[in-house]
Every structure is written in C-alpha cells, then in structure tokens.
C-alpha cells in the first residue's frame, strides 16, 4: 500500500512581491528578475504549492516583458480566480467596511475644507499637492479598493493558505478574515526555511 502524499501548503502571492521596488530586491532589481530569483528557491521546494488569482496574473503582465517569462513560472504558478459564487463571509465584516467608508469620507472632507481655507496663505501649486497627498492617504491606505485585493483575500481564504502581500488594506481584511499573512520582505527567509530545514534532515540522515 502507497503512503499518503504529504499535505502541501499553499501559498497566494501579490503583484508586490515582484514589482514593487521597495520590496522585489530579495529576488531581484526587476520585475523580470525578480521572477527569476523567485523561481530559482521556489523550484527547490515541493513542500509548497503556489497560487495567484487570474487578475493579479494579468496585472503582474503588464509590468513584465511576456517574452522573457520562463515557462517554469507557468507551469510553478496555479491561475486560479476564487469562487465568488460560493464564498460567504461574515456579515460584521459588512459593517466594518461601511464604518471604515463613511470615517475616511470625512477626513477628506475636513482636507478639501483645510485646502480652501489655504487659498491665498500658500501657493496654488502647494495646495493641490498637499491635497491631494492628505487625500488619497486618507481614502486609499490601508482599504481594500480594487477587485484583485478582493480576489487575494477571497482565493487565500477559499484555499487556507498564506497570503503574501504588501498591501496594508489586504493585510488588514486578513486579519479581520482570520487569514494568515506574509510581508513580501520576509518571503525569501520563509522559502530558505524549508531549504535549510530539508538540508538539516539530509545531513542529520546521513550522519
């Protein structure tokens, strides 16, 4: 009789973890080499198994060169959307978002007020700068505002796996969602984790 396949974790990533600039260095100093540092520790690891929804594939495209991805990416990565239709989530989470809406919407209002109150005390120029900056970090930081965070949360959840992201918004819901989360800059001491582990038992064998 076969011994049972070991349960593989599972892993969604983010867009982040390889175009973002202040986080993508640990894999690579482009979106296309950070996919490529990726993959060189990914491929070592059969413990995990790694996921990314649809949209946040088709996102991560538009910042690469299509051509210069390996196929090994493909064929590493599951593209899969989460099952919108048959997810359900708690409906306090409802509440909170609304909460979260109407607070941010008066902060912008108490920015727009302050900005017109400027007018004639500062120039033109620095006050549609600095309200726009008070703006959208008042409107657009740490909320989710895009169907692909929705898609992250929903696929991490449906999947029970690891989030790993440098989205506050999406980090936020997860720990709302009871998600476990990953920031992208601790990603490649996660993977060499599992590396060092499997050499320690390796060696610890053959000893």
């Known amino acids: 009789m076969k011994s049972a396949r070991p349960r593989r974790d599972i892993v969604v990533l983010d867009t982040s973890l390889f175009v973002n600039p202040e986080v993508r260095n640990d894999f690579g100093n482009t979106p296309t080499e950070a996919i490529n540092g990726f993959l060189a520790l990914a491929e070592r690891i059969p413990e995990l198994e790694f996921y990314m929804p649809s949209s946040i594939f088709e996102e991560l ?8 991805i390996p196929g090994r990416f493909l064929a590493l ?7 919108r239709h048959e997810l359900s989530c708690p409906a306090f989470l409802l509440y909170e978002l609304i909460e979260d809406i ?7 209002l108490r920015i727009a007020e302050k900005a017109v ?3 004639g005390k500062l120039d033109e120029r620095e006050i549609i700068q600095g309200m726009r900056k008070n703006y ?3 409107l657009r930081e740490g909320i989710i ?3 692909e965070d929705v898609d992250l949360i ?3 959840k449906e999947l029970g796996a690891l989030l790993v992201t440098a989205d506050r918004g999406a980090v936020k819901w997860a720990e709302k969602l009871g998600i476990r989360w990953l920031l992208p800059g601790r990603f490649r001491d996660y993977l060499l984790s599992f590396i060092e582990t499997r050499a320690q038992k ?3 064998n053959h000893g």
Request: hydrophobic letters at 30%.
């Open 145 to 147: 505002d895009s169907k």
């Open 102 to 108: 109407r607070a941010r919407i008066n902060k912008g």
């Open 117 to 119: 109150r400027d007018v």
């Open 77 to 83: 990565i599951h593209q899969k959307s989460p099952s």
């Open 136 to 138: 959208r970090e008042a």
């Open 61 to 68: 495209l538009n910042f690469v060169d299509q051509r210069k």
């Open 202 to 204: 390796k060696q610890k």
């Open 154 to 156: 929903l696929l991490a």
